[in-house]
């Protein structure tokens, strides 16, 4: 299912999220907003400044994450999006949160298409490549370790690590502690990639910078290099990305390097944010290929083979997204004309043998009416026919 998920999204999508990598990338040099929704830029900078003002319960988030618990009747924490800056006149200008779903569904932080290349890119953005593989929320508390998918799925259940928390031959030891992280799962390699920390060993670090993260998560892992290697207590392997500054030459030399694992493609953090739900401006994506069109980086050629067939001239690429999202509209709208007219359909209907219904009694009742009247008085000459099973006065 997830397979037929990830080439559904790799062939088209509709979606309301500005720039979001599950549609094809619209090709930033010549990219227009549509009416008041606000550019990747402008949207950057309000979400920095509202995360200082936003207010939100990570550790018990955690602690209901780590212990499969979502009872607490806490409707303000779960499954709404939370307006963290107010003051602008259009719906569509403000810049909005995701709070975490139920289920361990949307928790984690996602990326937009790179539509433009920030003006502090070199200076306040960092750089992270990523392998192929399924995007993983590891959940690792009372004795054992889980992997779920973006959609909230179990994935891999039960099995033991040697991160805190992740085994029972830690329980009372670390029986109270817990550590959650994002990670990308290569199946061919049986090794989780881990993109960013969100708890180690029950300390929550999604309020910190990225910056501090990064360097926070290394050095967990150094004091714990267990988790590196497969083992009877440690399952998979759990390996840090390596992460760079983005300037050109550091850039170039990266995507030229021997990596270890199959490039999927290169997200780019910005070092101020904190760990988000769902998309955001501050984390951005772009494929190997796209480096010379959208930051002038020459890459191996191996990496241009891997251009999409159908991803040709700027013109062609918006028009071919632009057709889709028309079609899937019209589809709605089809759909909803066609809902509406079978419950206009079924209405009248229904009023019409209600109309009925109640005509049929009231004809009972003037028969019973003119019976009893009748049967005070001289019935001779009387004439009486039945009709639809109803005796009726014929003189």
């Avoid at 359909?345 to 209600?354: A, E, F, I, L, M």
Wanted: aromatic share 10%; proline share 4%.
């Amino acid at each position: 299912m997830e397979d037929l998920v990830a080439s559904l999204a790799g062939s088209f999508s509709v979606t309301s999220e500005p720039n979001s990598t599950a549609a094809p990338h619209p090709r930033f040099s010549q990219y227009k907003v549509k009416g008041n929704v606000l550019d990747q830029a402008e949207r950057r900078k309000r979400m920095l400044d509202a995360q200082k003002k936003q207010r939100f319960d990570y550790l018990s988030y955690l602690r209901n994450v780590a212990e499969d618990d979502w009872t607490e009747d806490d409707n303000e924490m779960y499954g709404e999006e939370e307006v963290a800056d107010q003051g602008f006149e259009e719906m569509d200008c403000e810049v909005v949160f995701k709070k975490p779903g139920r289920r361990y569904k949307n928790q984690l932080m996602l990326s937009e298409w790179m539509v433009e290349v920030p003006e502090d890119f070199e200076k306040e953005w960092i750089l992270v490549n990523c392998p192929v593989g399924k995007r993983s929320l590891v959940v690792a508390s009372m004795g054992n370790t889980r992997a779920y998918t973006r959609s909230g799925y179990c994935a891999m259940s039960g099995f033991p690590s040697t991160l805190p928390g992740g085994n029972r031959k830690q329980l009372g030891r670390n029986e109270n502690k817990y550590t959650v992280l994002d990670c990308i799962y290569s199946e061919v390699q049986k090794t989780f990639y881990i993109l960013d920390i969100m708890c180690w060993a029950g300390y929550p670090v999604m309020e910190s910078e990225t910056e501090f993260r990064f360097f926070w998560l290394n050095e967990k892992v150094k004091e714990n290099p267990e988790v590196t290697q497969i083992s009877k207590l440690n399952s998979y392997c759990f390996l840090p990305l390596p992460y760079h500054s983005c300037d050109k030459e550091t850039i170039s030399r990266v995507i030229s390097s021997n990596l270890t694992f199959e490039l999927d493609g290169l997200l780019f953090y910005h070092k101020r944010t904190s760990y988000t739900f769902g998309t955001t401006p501050l984390c951005l994506w772009l494929k190997g290929y796209m480096l010379p069109e959208i930051l002038g980086i020459q890459v191996p050629a191996f990496y241009m083979q891997t251009k999409p067939s159908s991803y040709s001239t700027f013109s062609d690429h918006i028009l071919k997204v632009k057709a889709d999202k028309d079609r899937h509209e019209k589809d709605k709208e089809k759909a909803l004309l066609s809902n509406t007219g079978h419950l206009e359909g079924d209405n009248k209907k229904k009023k019409s043998q209600r109309a009925k219904q109640k005509h049929q009694e009231m004809e009972i009742e003037n028969v019973g009416n003119m019976e009893g009247e009748r049967g005070q008085g001289d019935n001779t000459g009387i004439d009486l026919v039945k009709k639809d099973g109803i005796e009726v006065d014929h003189t």
